[in-house]
């Protein structure tokens, strides 16, 4: 195993620490598009998982401004990021690999869901919840997107 090909799973699992569905959401973004994973993709293959984890996606950014938005440690939250993440990472790393990309996402996801969480809270006292928000929305979906579009092929 090259460790260097299971980097775009760890950054994906980066990407799920701060936005849970974001992961999954942009995977199925570009297999709108045509473009294909390394690794086999079973769940995202399917429409019904396909647009829900769109929907998802989309319902996490604007639920996340919300005052009554639970922080991402909590169980629920942790579990939707070990699910994304791992999906993901399965996703992203060569074929064979799948678990070891899974793993490592879910071991880069859960650790930084504390890390990132940290730094929403901090800037959330300075500039305040929705604009921190909206940066950290930016800055992920940008991560996401970016990871994704180089870790597959048309």
Do not use: C, W
Request: charged content about 15%; cysteine-free.
């Amino acid at each position: 195993m090259n460790i260097r090909s299971l980097i775009p799973s760890a950054l994906i699992g980066a990407v799920a620490s701060a936005r849970s569905m974001t992961p999954m959401a942009t995977i199925a973004t570009a297999r709108l598009a045509g473009r294909h994973t390394p690794g086999e993709l079973f769940l995202l293959d399917r429409p019904l998982f396909k647009f829900g984890a769109l929907a998802m996606g989309a319902g996490e950014l604007v639920g996340d401004k919300m005052k009554t938005a639970p922080d991402r440690t909590v169980f629920l939250g942790l579990l939707a990021r070990v699910m994304s993440a791992g999906i993901a990472g399965a996703a992203l790393a060569p074929r064979g690999e799948e678990r070891a990309g899974a793993a490592l996402a879910v071991a880069t996801a859960v650790p930084l869901a504390y890390a990132t969480l940290a730094g929403r809270k901090q800037a959330m006292a300075r500039i305040g919840q929705t604009r921190s928000g909206l940066i950290e929305d930016a800055l992920i979906v940008a991560a996401g997107a970016a990871i994704v579009a180089l870790a597959t092929r048309q």
